[in-house]
């Protein structure tokens, strides 16, 4: 919890940064704080069973891994003793609990339970965080005052916390909220800001070291909580927080704490009627930090001695000094174990190995990568200055090369294959963060683009993905093959085919003279009367063997206009006396025997030849 309205009275202060401000840094973590915040989103008996809120430690802590961010996770020791009563408090709003007698302000320490529900899941994110190199520093007492510690001797940069009691530890950098995802940020707020807009521990100190100015804001921060009430003290009853600083500002920030001390929080009450005699407020009630109330001369020793305890608490707080060997070991870097990590994700979430290594993969190479771009900067400061140039001693540099641009969130990123890294191929990282590491991969893939682009591309080469194109290539290569075929196969029978023509030339042409001569003979004229006159009695087609096979034509197939033949007078009074020979053309009847006539006869049988070769094929 913290301070009461702590947080409202540092609202001006609260400054929102991108996740990338992260990078490169150290922090301390309140583990508890962020473990009841990941419960908080689902309490349902489903999220539970799924452990939900694991998940999501899992993902903060691989978004930090990527960025370079060293994590310390710091988890809470024993209850303090002057917040027993508060605990007990808190656990009789929840569970009946017996009280165990003891008068207040001489609690003990208290070790926490176990064994219960909430210590279990803390002990599942110890589990998993260290599996990814990540150790925990268990807290003597309470965690966010080990935090503080670590943040005030320079240790780490910043504390992530929502407990408002973390800056009357000391600390000078705190994150209260981290969001992922799409425009990931987190809420921070920052000392130097406080003092400069809130104007605390400023006032009436003259010339004073920066040792003394932590100080003395960490004193008007606790009178703060004296007023307003923490996990330590109720504070007074109906003051807010405009109020108590006002009070803070009226008295004096150097002497506000010694007035409390000496005097109680009688001046900071409201005025009560003179009827009515205040009394000093007895703690009626066992497990509670009393009001002190001051009525003139009359003081409450047994008040102020718990207002001591109070600050005491806060100033001297109970945590492992910073060069301890316990602190040591938890500054310490390991490396993450693959193997275990599959193992504790497939049986807190079921997931197969693949899927863990594509959740971690990634954010370690990046990692590596900027781990990377820190060297070679240090490098190149050192080089510039030592005027070294010692190209064996660098460290490979862990991509292997730039595969093709990307674009996410609206950010420019490139896909890169990576050097010795087990399981992982390709990823995506940051366009600006492989410049910074290795701007030599960038000239390379400009100059491998650059090459492509003046490269003509052969058109046998080009790839069409629609299947018309493929099956008609398959179809014209089959006709190659056949073509060949045929090819051999008419090699192999040319000379048959040579001889098997040239004699059946040689009868074509005996048929032709022979018909010729038919046709050209004196007994055509007599041949003709005889046809007409034993077709006119109904002689049989044997009649018709005088002309050749090849000469009568079906008129039902088309035919050119031929010039009417020359025929006889005879032949030409008998066919007025017969109409049925029109299924028969004479192509010559002519008792003339010139070279033109003979001349366009052959021309016509080769005319009527060839028509009845392309009717046939």
Known sequence: MGVKYLWDVLEPCKKTFPLDHLQNKRVCVDLSCWMVELHKVNKSYCATKEKVYLRGFFHRLRALIALNCSIILVSDGAIPGIKVPTYRRRLKARFEVADDGVEPGKETSLKRNMGSEFSCIIKEAKVIASTLGILCLDGIEEAEAQCALLNSESLCDACFSSDSDIFLFGAKTVYREICLGEGGYVVCYEMDDIKKKLGLGRNSLGRYDCEYEWFHYNVVAIALALLLGSDYSQGVRGLRQVKACEIVRSIGENIILEKVVSEGLAFAEKPRKPKKQVKPSVCNKKGTLPLVVINGKNRDPEGLEQIKQVIDAFMNPKCHQAGSTTVSRALAEFSFQRTKLQEICHQYFEWPPEKTDEYILPKVAERNLRRFAILQSRSTE??????????????????????????????????????????????????????????????????????????????????????????????????????????????????TLEKAGQEKEKQENSKKHDYLCLIDSPERENSNNAWSEMDRFSVGPSSCSLYPETEVIDLISPCPETRPPRVSRSYQEKKSHDQQLESVIELSDSETDDEEHCKKARELRMFLQNMRKDIIL
Request: charged share 30%; hydrophobic share 30%.
């Open 382 to 495: 050192v080089e510039v200055n030592l005027h070294l140039d010692k190209p064996q001693m660098r460290e490979k540099c862990p991509v292997s090369e730039i595969i093709k641009t990307r674009k996410v969130q609206g950010r420019e990123c490139f896909e890169v294959s990576w050097n010795d890294l087990e399981g992982l191929e390709t990823s995506i990282v940051p366009a600006d963060l492989v410049e910074r590491a290795c701007p030599e991969k960038i000239i390379e893939f400009k100059e491998k683009m650059a090459a492509k682009k003046k490269k003509p591309k052969p058109k046998q080469k080009q790839k069409n993905t629609s299947s018309p194109t493929k099956s008609s290539s398959l179809t014209e290569l089959s006709l190659e093959l056949q073509h060949l075929t045929l090819n051999t196969t008419s090699v192999v029978t040319t000379s």
